[in-house]
């Protein structure tokens, strides 16, 4: 059994999430992993621990991660792969399931364990049930939640790297990248972070979000947010963990402000310690948080801040 790894990066890095998937794939056999764009990148996967094989393609098209020709080109290297995966972020999510309609196959989304190499758990209904589903299809077309498994070592491989490339997908009909707008932050990812520190429909506006910054800065921590909160306008959707959102798994995750809802605690319940503050001591959120306290976090948080200092 060989699988095929789609190892997506942003600013000459391999995600984190990328090397969970090379980590799940390696349990199912040998692992190629497949790199588009920049040579150096490339360099970089040839060294991740269980990669025996890195497949490189360089073009315009590939540049950005277009679902169109970047499914193409995964197709087009189909036959030799048992398993086709990619990490359960917004690139994968966005050319893996592409690529199981190119291959007539089911795709199987946000796995969280395998258990054989036809076998996979994923979560259903929020999170709230696992359901162990079983493929007969020919190709497996996977998409890896990172969070439930650990990153590849990126030092210790050796694998040899080839050029590869796809007629087809050097132009991208469908579609064509405008722009991206990124926000300038010095905090660390929110998906990789250590810490997080995050707030809710309790925040109350954009302004008050910021009481939060001191505390983040203190802690070393991300930002993140509930859905209301960032409907209502108080942070950019970047910022958003859930069901619809991203999903993180720190060491520490605090809670200010968010009632619960089934569709945030979706994106954060594998937290290793919760901690939330709520006025409502009905809050949902106190049914999956470590650590509670009934309070005003307009209090709190500027006593945590000024208790962190002193320390």
């Known amino acids: 059994m060989t699988a095929l790894v789609l190892l997506d990066h942003e600013n000459g890095h391999i995600k984190k999430a990328a090397l969970s998937a090379v980590t799940a794939a390696a349990d199912l056999g040998e692992v190629h992993g497949l790199v588009v764009g920049d040579a150096s990148v490339a360099q970089a996967a040839a060294s991740i621990a269980g990669v025996t094989r890195v497949l490189h393609a ?80 020919a190709k497996k077309v996977l998409t890896i939640r990172g969070v439930a498994f650990d990153a590849a ?35 660390p990812d929110l998906e990789a972070a250590r810490v997080v520190v995050s707030g809710g429909r309790g925040m109350q506006s954009e302004e008050k979000f910021h009481i939060l910054d001191p505390l983040a800065d203190i802690l ?9 909160a960032v409907d209502a306008g108080f942070v950019s959707n970047e910022c958003q963990i859930g069901q619809t959102g991203r999903i993180v798994a720190p060491e520490l995750y605090m809670a200010f402000g968010i009632s619960g809802a089934i569709q945030h605690l979706a994106g954060m319940k594998d937290s290793r310690v919760i901690v939330a503050v709520n006025k409502d001591p009905e809050a949902p959120i106190f049914q999956a948080a470590d ?10 948080v500027p006593q945590l801040v000024t208790a962190l200092t002193k320390s």
Not at 153 to 168: H, L, M, P, R, Y
Not at 291 to 300: E, I
């Open 291 to 300: 650590y509670g306290m009934v309070a005003d976090l307009f209090d709190v």
């Open 58 to 137: 360089q073009g315009a098209a590939y540049e950005h991660f277009l679902a169109e020709p970047l499914a193409s080109l995964i197709v087009s290297l189909a036959s030799q792969y048992d398993h086709i995966i990619a990490a359960a972020n917004a690139v994968g999510r966005n050319v893996l399931p592409r690529v199981a309609a190119l291959l007539d196959v089911q795709p199987i989304p946000d796995v969280v364990a395998v258990i054989e190499k036809d076998t996979f758990i994923r979560p259903i209904y929020a999170g709230n049930a696992l359901a162990t589903v079983r493929s007969t299809d």
């Open 153 to 187: 070592a990126t030092q210790g491989g050796s694998a040899t790297i080839e050029n590869v490339a796809d007629e087809k997908g050097t132009e991208a009909d469908f579609s064509r990248f405008e722009a991206v707008h990124l926000t300038d932050s010095k905090r």
């Open 220 to 228: 070393g921590a991300a930002i993140g947010a509930s859905r209301a």
